[in-house]
């Protein structure tokens, strides 16, 4: 089956500029999540969304970030404007029934911030 | 709130010796627990879970887990490494109402040949 895709692969800006990432999870998965990690860290969760609609959202800088889930399949991130800080690999990962079972996850967005 | 703390943050091996890998989390009600791992160049993928029942579950790959209850933990073992081993290992949670998963920050495992 295909996986969950992500795109861009990389992506180079310069602080101040703005970025999106797009994911498509596996058909079926009602369930998305977008995680951030930062070098040497575990995965933090920014936002799942269940459907289109958002089941937390609280770790999300909600000043800079923005996700949307139009008609419950695909997803994008936005963050306007970055900052330094947000350099980071940015996972899509999705799953039929929440966090009840594994996440898919896809290859990442790695974004550097300059 | 729940949490997941990993001890061993980088642990270096040589190929056929054992490997345990520490995971500890804070919650206080039922609990879900997975391993997963992130190979180079590879995305995150699930090596075992642990729901309910039997606390010593086997994964893929020769991995298992066993889950203390009374320690709050969750080690990783595998008898004999691999230099296919070699990956990043992360520790997750998810419990309560929203099952939303949490992971701990990872050991970076490297087996010599």
Not at chain 1, 10 to 28: H, L, T
Not at chain 1, 64 to 73: C, D, I, N, Q, W
Not at chain 2, 73 to 89: C, G, H, I
Request: proline share 5%; glycine share 10%; hydrophobic share 35%.
């Amino acid at each position: 089956e295909a996986g969950v895709a992500q795109s861009p692969r990389y992506k180079i800006i310069e602080k101040r500029q703005s970025v999106a990432f797009w994911c498509n999870p596996i058909s079926g998965h009602a369930t998305l999540y977008w995680y951030q990690q930062i070098l040497g860290q575990g995965p933090k969760l920014l936002i799942q969304f269940q459907n289109n609609g958002v089941v937390d959202d609280s770790q999300l800088p909600k000043d800079r970030f923005s996700a949307e889930r139009l008609k419950g399949v695909d997803s994008t991130l936005k963050i306007q404007p970055a900052k330094l800080e947000d350099s980071a690999v940015y996972l899509c990962a999705s799953s039929p029934y929440g966090g009840l079972e594994k996440l898919f996850f896809g290859s990442g967005t790695q974004l550097s911030v300059l | 709130a729940q949490s997941v703390s990993q001890h061993n943050h980088h642990v270096i091996l040589s190929e056929a010796a054992s490997l345990e890998l520490g995971c500890n989390y804070s919650y206080g009600g039922t609990v879900n627990l997975f391993w997963y791992v992130q190979y180079p160049g590879q995305h995150l993928q699930l090596l075992l879970k642990y729901f309910s029942g039997d606390p010593l579950v086997k994964g893929i790959k020769g991995f298992e887990a066993e889950f203390i209850k009374s320690k709050f933990s969750f080690n990783l073992r595998k008898p004999s490494v691999q230099w296919s081993d070699t990956a990043e290992y992360f520790c997750a949670l998810s419990s309560g109402g929203s099952y939303i998963p949490t992971f701990g920050r990872g050991t970076s495992l490297i087996v010599h040949p």
